[in-house]
Nanobody, 114 residues
Framework: QVQLVESGGGLVQPGGSLRLSCAASGSIFSISDMGWYRQAPGKQRELVAEITRRGTSNYADSVKGRFTISGDNFKKTVYLQMNSLRPEDTAVYIC????????WGQGTQVTVSS
């Protein structure tokens, strides 16, 4: 079993920045990939960014150049630095870990509004 706890969400003005963190606990040795999804009201959950055990990262086209995912492979913590935030980035951001099966955190709300 893997438990994921997110932190760092909040309210920010357009153009601002936020940094999300996700800490894994439990059977962290089995984790391969970690990442962030988001879900806005009335919309499907979508992949934002992911990072593999080897450090390879992938991003949704909508966040490329603005968001950066990084991780501490030893501590199994993953971060999402979000810059130049837009109102359309408003969503619940959910941490994900692949460890034989998928595990999800509870999510953290990010609201971009003036």
């Amino acid at each position: 079993q893997v438990q994921l706890v997110e932190s760092g969400g909040g309210l920010v003005q357009p153009g601002g920045s936020l940094r999300l963190s996700c800490a894994a606990s439990g059977s962290i040795f089995s984790i391969s990939d970690m990442g962030w999804y988001r879900q806005a009201p009335g919309k499907q959950r979508e992949l934002v960014a992911e990072i593999t055990r080897r450090g390879t990262s992938n991003y949704a086209d909508s966040v490329k150049g603005r968001f950066t995912i990084s991780g501490d492979n030893f501590k199994k913590t993953v971060y999402l630095q979000m810059n130049s935030l837009r109102p359309e980035d408003t969503a619940v951001y959910i941490c994900y870990a692949a460890a034989g099966r998928g595990y999800w955190g509870q999510g953290t709300q990010v609201t971009v509004s003036s």
